[in-house]
């Protein structure tokens, strides 16, 4: 075959090609135009609403309850320590809850000598850490989910800024033998110490009658900063906890609804 035979084949064969992609596209193209078409007919039969949003409740005072907090003291049950919490708070446009706690906590606690320190005494010696004190909190709590006309049911979050002043003492304090000097045994006693710190508060509260609420808190404590004694560094604060950063505590709540 001469080349110019094989060029004419050629050339038929693309045009031949060309024209049935012509013929496909614009099948598509009329295909689409007609599903789009469609659509918009469609959405416009039913338009697309946006949720109504609730509206914000324009009444400020939803009531007010007083809180006992019932681990403080369930503890003097199995152990010499034990305290008391309570808290006020009120409900404004049921969506802010201003709180105020006063509390009081004492511990009492023992601990003996190691082995390796126990050697340098002649006698068996137990340390023992008595301390007590008053403290405050004033924060906020604000509902992630709420029920009721007045939040009755709800779980909540907040913050809250605390404060203790407190008196402790260390009895039969043992300092260990030194080059210079050897070991003694000494009472650390009229110590007295501040504390303030931050919380992070998540919590429920479920209404059980009208007047009667229960509910629970988990709280993250991070200390602020301390006052130490003339002599020691308190290892307690109350309303606070061990002396540590970050420390969980969790309380269990009986509410009263005051009634006016």
Known sequence: ???????????????????????????????LGS???????GSSDKPLKAKPR??????????????LNLVPPAKAVFSPNWGIQIQYNCNLYNRFFPVVELGYA????????ADWQAK???????????????????????????????????????????GATFNYEIL??????TYWADAYVMNIVNQHSLAH???LVAGLRVEIT?????????????????????????????GYGRDENWLPTLGAWFYWHLPW
């Open 1 to 31: 075959m001469s080349l110019r035979k094989v060029l004419v084949l050629g050339i038929l064969c693309l045009s031949a090609i060309v024209a049935m992609g012509q013929s496909s596209m614009g099948g598509l193209t009329s295909s």
């Open 35 to 41: 599903a789009m078409g469609s659509g918009s007919q």
């Open 54 to 67: 609730e509206p914000k409740d324009t009444i400020c005072w939803h009531g007010q309850f007083v809180g």
């Open 106 to 113: 004492r511990l009492r606690e023992t601990r003996d000598l």
């Open 120 to 162: 340098q005494f002649s006698q068996t010696l137990t340390t023992m850490y008595r301390g007590s004190g008053f403290y405050g909190k004033i924060g906020l709590d604000v509902p992630i989910a709420k029920k009721g006309p007045n939040a009755n049911n709800l779980f909540f979050v907040g913050v809250r800024y605390a």
């Open 172 to 177: 039969t304090t043992p300092f260990l033998a």
């Open 197 to 199: 710190w931050l919380e």
């Open 210 to 238: 009208p007047s009667i609420s229960l509910g629970w808190t988990f709280t993250y404590n991070h200390l602020l900063g301390r006052t130490n004694g003339d002599m020691s560094v308190a290892s307690y604060v109350p």
